[in-house]
């Protein structure tokens, strides 16, 4: 791999339902325009695009990493707690091997048989269960280490992250940096260098990638619309901001330069 390449590990396809818009040819034609060895699928709580993704990667030549942005309850998933907020964290799992991808789909499976409750959830006894092959990386700003974050708990911060440290090891867990321009992000990625050090865990850098180019923005906004019922008029709904789009290594180096 080359020094000035970059490889996208969060990344969300058309199977990430009326939340994504990534079509899979346009997306290995992209990585491939952009020389990327390798590639990552993370959709929201599901697997349904793994196969195609993978056939399409054989196709063009760029290895493709399968995983999921996984929904983790704070206790147990089956839990059902009174609202969607309390249901679950975010949290970023990518299959290193065989092992993992098949561990993978046994937690996703058993999210879906047992832990559904707004979103298909884990939980982190299941995933110590399952462990086996698997990275995990810190994930977005509504992952459990950023939340803690952001309620200045720093504190709790570090102890979660800590908990998957020891889950999947530390060679096999990350703090997942993103920055959008979003304060938030921001404030976040002031402190997770300083818990990966702590904690002896390394840093991935992110895009949460939804949509292929800058341009697609208008037309995602629509189909988010269509996913949240609401209308593009509406001033109090959920936005995407311009940024998560598959970025090129040289736009990633950029925003990640210091």
Known sequence: MSRDSFVHLHLHTEYSLLDGSIRMKELMKKAAEFKMPAVAITDHGNLFGAIEFYQEAQRTGVKPIIGCETYVAPGSHKDRPGSRRDAAYHFTLLAQNETGYRNLVKLITAAHLDGFHYAPRIDKELLSTHAAGLIGLSGCLAGEINSAIRANNLEKAKQSAAEYRDILGPENFFMEMHDHGM????????VLPTIARDIGVGLVAA????FLRRSDHDAHDVMLC?????????????????????????EMREVFRD
């Not at 304060?183 to 002031?190: A, S």
């Not at 895009?207 to 939804?210: A, I, Q, R, T, Y």
């Not at 269509?226 to 040289?250: C, H, W």
């Open 183 to 190: 304060e938030e992000q921001r404030l976040c990625n002031r």
């Open 207 to 210: 895009n949460d990638v939804h």
């Open 226 to 250: 269509i996913g949240t019922g609401k209308m593009v008029q509406d001033e109090n709904r959920m936005r995407y901001v311009p940024e998560l789009y598959f970025k090129s290594p040289a």
